[in-house]
């Protein structure tokens, strides 16, 4: 069975600090899928990025960056000069190959809340 | 951009109502889901549909039904609601084809209470 674990509940951090949020996977299937998304205080999941389990390049968009380690199954993500619009709850969630979306399987959240 | 659509924010109803939560999304996805999330277990799948009158069970679908009766739209049944079903209820969809690899658009949310 597939699992994701975040064992960061909650983070503070002072506006402008770099933080990662960790994640760590478990699955059978050597092809799977590893997202991201950001929930703010309004309620609405954003996605952020998806990843194969094929492409282990480290990806940057703007201040976001992530880490994807197979070896260590893990799928970390960095926010740079953090900023409190970046105050939310994270999940990562993963995916194996196509087949039945009970696959879907989100991590419990990390709570980042980033003090002015 | 998809829009996801849930009805309601908020919604407070009493044990042994029959509770209707609808999602409307306007991209023509085909797969659409139903999550219920609490603290600290993160979101977990109730129900999913892949096509207009098709259905699947997720991890938790007792107490729930599901009713997909047009493609932009999937509803959520609380049979007989009861207090442990007061939770946070999200709404997501995404394009047919191997859709494990599709990032899903989630709706804002459903904070339901059962009284």
């Known amino acids: 069975a597939q699992k994701v674990t975040q064992a960061q509940t909650e983070i503070s951090v002072v506006e402008k600090e770099d933080v990662t949020l960790d994640c760590v996977y478990e699955?059978?299937?050597?092809?799977?899928?590893l997202f991201w998304y950001k929930q703010p205080p309004s309620g609405e999941l954003v996605f952020l990025i998806r990843?194969?389990?094929?492409?282990?390049q480290n990806e940057i968009s703007g201040r976001y960056s992530w880490n994807f380690q197979k070896s260590t199954s893990s799928f970390n993500f960095t926010i740079t000069a953090s900023q409190v619009v970046d105050s939310a709850v994270y999940f990562c969630?993963?995916?194996?190959?196509?087949?039945?979306?009970?696959?879907?399987?989100f991590g419990s959240g990390t709570q980042l809340t980033v003090l002015p | 951009d998809v829009k996801v659509t849930q009805s309601s924010r908020y919604l407070v109803k009493r044990t042994g109502e029959k509770v209707f939560l609808e999602c409307v999304q306007d991209?023509?996805?085909?797969?659409m889901f139903w999550y219920r999330q609490d603290p600290g277990l993160g979101l977990r799948l109730i129900y999913f549909?892949?096509?207009?009158?098709?259905?699947e069970k997720g991890d938790i679908p007792e107490g729930y039904s599901v009713s997909r009766e047009k493609k932009e739209r999937f509803s959520l049944i609380l049979e007989s609601a009861s207090t442990n079903q007061t939770s946070m209820y999200l709404c997501?969809?995404?394009?047919?084809?191997?859709?494990?690899?599709?990032?899903?658009?989630f709706g804002d949310g459903t904070r339901l209470s059962i009284l």
């Open positions: 997501a969809s995404t394009l047919q084809g191997s859709y494990s690899n599709q990032p899903q658009h």
């Open positions: 699955t059978r299937d050597t092809t799977y899928y």
């Open positions: 990843r194969n389990s094929f492409d282990e």
């Open positions: 969630a993963l995916s194996e190959a196509p087949g039945s979306a009970r696959q879907l399987t």
């Open positions: 991209m023509d996805h085909e797969n």
């Open positions: 549909s892949y096509d207009v009158k098709m259905k």
